[in-house]
Nanobody, 115 residues
Framework: QVQVVESGGGLVQAGGSLRLSCTASGRTFSSYSTMGWYRQGPGKQREFVAQ???????NYADSVKGRFTISRDNTYNTVYLQMNSLKPEDTAVYYC????????WGQGTQVTVSS
């Protein structure tokens, strides 16, 4: 049974930083081919933010390139999303997803950026 849990959301002023964490259990962490972050803003559809493969290759949405960094620590079964230079439009529920044959989603964590 794969379980994905996010943490680290909160309220921050524009220009500030937050770091989100995500743990995935149920499988050997390195066996998840990708770990990804997605977000869903108010009244919007869920969108891709960033992902990292088991080999460490990363990919980012254009809207967050240069501001967000995804990293993965297989020792601690955790993937991180470091978010810098946050903007009000980054306000959303952020979801972590682990890929093992299919996507397994976490429950989400709220990030609110005030102007």
């Amino acid at each position: 049974q794969v379980q994905v849990v996010e943490s680290g959301g909160g309220l921050v002023q524009a220009g500030g930083s937050l770091r989100l964490s995500c743990t995935a259990s149920g499988r050997t962490f390195s066996s998840y081919s990708t770990m990804g972050w997605y977000r869903q803003g108010p009244g919007k559809q869920r969108e891709f933010v960033a992902q990292i493969t088991s080999g460490g290759r990363t990919n980012y949405a254009d809207s967050v390139k240069g501001r967000f960094t995804i990293s993965r620590d297989n020792t601690y079964n955790t993937v991180y999303l470091q978010m810098n230079s946050l903007k009000p439009e980054d306000t959303a529920v952020y979801y972590c997803a682990a890929t093992y044959s299919r996507l397994y989603w976490g429950q989400g964590t709220q990030v609110t950026v005030s102007s």
